[in-house]
Each structure stands twice: as structure tokens, then as C-alpha cells.
């Protein structure tokens, strides 16, 4: 079916891969320097790579957070070229990151989503909002009025 409306198979799988590519550089010093090639201001480090590692997940939840504040548009992640890692969005913001996407994709604003789910407005922003504890049901209902459907993939670390 994917392939009747122009789009591969492998890419639809990619754009819902909650996975940014990212350079880990180890610079003179010997730390390690890692930037989200795509996300302005995305920049981190560590002193060790399982550091620099934690580090990275922590910074692109926090850009990823700070952009659904902002109501930017937020970029699908690319595939990784040679001697980039895939780094995880992390599960404290990832069902607001995949509601926030789904609706910009669906071209849906928080008004027509509170109409589908029969909630008032507030409801739908304090769920996109990265401060405020929202039940993952909540936000899989959510999901659902949208067109989308939320699953959990695991995979070897």
C-alpha cells in the first residue's frame, strides 16, 4: 500500500523512528563532543563515551521539549551517515513528541483534537505540555483521535 501513494516502506519506518542521528567526536582533550546534525543548538559532551552517551539522550529530549513549547516545527529524523549513532528520544517525552508530530502531520490544532476526544482545549495543551504529567493513556486516546497508533519497540542495546 505504502508504495501506491509514492512512499517506501522504509522511509515511512524511519519517520516514525524515535531516533536522532548524532556525531560523537572525541575532541584534543580526550572528551567526547556530541552534536544533532539538524537540531540548532543541540550540543553536548562527556568525558567518557557512556557519558557522552547519557548526556545526548538528555539533550535532545530537552531540545525536543523546548520546540513543542515553542510550537516549532519539529524535524523527522534522518538516516545516519557513517560514524553517526542513533540516539533515542527519551521516554519521559517521547508519547508528547509523537502526539505533538501526529497532529502537526495530520494537520490538526488542539481545538479539533479536544473536539475529537470531548475535552476542552486546556486539556489538550497541558498534554502537549513537557512539564505536566500526562498519563500515557491519556495520551494514547489522544493519539488515536488523530489517526495514530502509540506501541513500545525494544530493541538490543
Known amino acids: 500500500m505504502c508504495e501506491q501513494i509514492g512512499i517506501r516502506k522504509e522511509d515511512l519506518q524511519m519517520a516514525n523512528d524515535m531516533r536522532y542521528p548524532a556525531d560523537f567526536v572525541r575532541g584534543a582533550d580526550g572528551d567526547w563532543i556530541v552534536r544533532f546534525p539538524g537540531l540548532e543548538g543541540a550540543l553536548t559532551g562527556g568525558s567518557t563515551l557512556e557519558e557522552a552517551e547519557r548526556e545526548a539522550a538528555d539533550c ?8 513543542v513549547s515553542g510550537r516549532r516545527e519539529l524535524p523527522q529524523p534522518k538516516r545516519p551517515v ?9 521516554l519521559w517525552i517521547a508519547p508528547k513528541v509523537a502526539l505533538y508530530q501526529t497532529m502537526q502531520r495530520m494537520k490538526i490544532n488542539n481545538s479539533e483534537l479536544a473536539r475529537r476526544l470531548g475535552v476542552r482545549e486546556t486539556v489538550v495543551r497541558r498534554m502537549l505540555d513537557p512539564d505536566h504529567a500526562t498519563r500515557l493513556a491519556n495520551i494514547e486516546r489522544a493519539l488515536l483521535a488523530a489517526g495514530a497508533h502509540l506501541y513500545l519497540a525494544l530493541d538490543a542495546a
Not at 535532545?60 to 520546540?67: F, I, P
Request: proline share 6%.
Open 82 to 90: 557513517r560514524g553517526q549513532r542513533l540516539v533515542a528520544v527519551p
Open 60 to 67: 535532545l529530549g530537552s531540545w525536543l521539549a523546548s520546540a
